[in-house]
Nanobody, 121 residues
Framework: QVQLVESGGGSVQAGGSLRLSCAAS?????MAWFRQAPGKEREGVAVISSGGRTYYIDSVKGRFTISQDNAKNTVYLQMNSLKPEDTAMYYCAARSRCWVLTLSPDNYNYWGQGTQVTVSA
């Protein structure tokens, strides 16, 4: 069983930055960030393998960076140039296999409780 605890959410103005953290109780081969806005489906944002491979959705490329500290079992999401459309609850997720960098929620076994990100215009 993997327990995930997110932190770092908050409220910022458009153009601002936030860094989210996700501390895992044990290491996982694949860690990802998802987000869900009210009335919308959960959307994968970025994923990183234990070996450092990454993948992002187009809407955050060049603005968000996923990284990890393997010694701390912690994954980060640095979010720059935030836009109002980035407003959502952000969730950390983990899966044991990482042959393919997927952002499909159904492929992830473990989830955190979420942290709210609100971006005002």
């Amino acid at each position: 069983q993997v327990q995930l605890v997110e932190s770092g959410g908050g409220s910022v103005q458009a153009g601002g930055s936030l860094r989210l953290s996700c501390a895992a109780s044990v290491s996982s081969n694949c860690m990802a960030w998802f987000r869900q806005a009210p009335g919308k489906e959960r959307e994968g944002v970025a994923v990183i393998s234990s070996g450092g491979r990454t993948y992002y959705i187009d809407s955050v490329k060049g603005r968000f960076t996923i990284s990890q500290d393997n010694a701390k079992n912690t994954v980060y999401l640095q979010m720059n140039s935030l836009k109002p459309e980035d407003t959502a609850m952000y969730y950390c997720a983990a899966r044991s296999r990482c042959w393919v960098l997927t952002l499909s929620p159904d492929n992830y076994n473990y989830w955190g409780q979420g942290t709210q990100v609100t971006v005002s215009a």
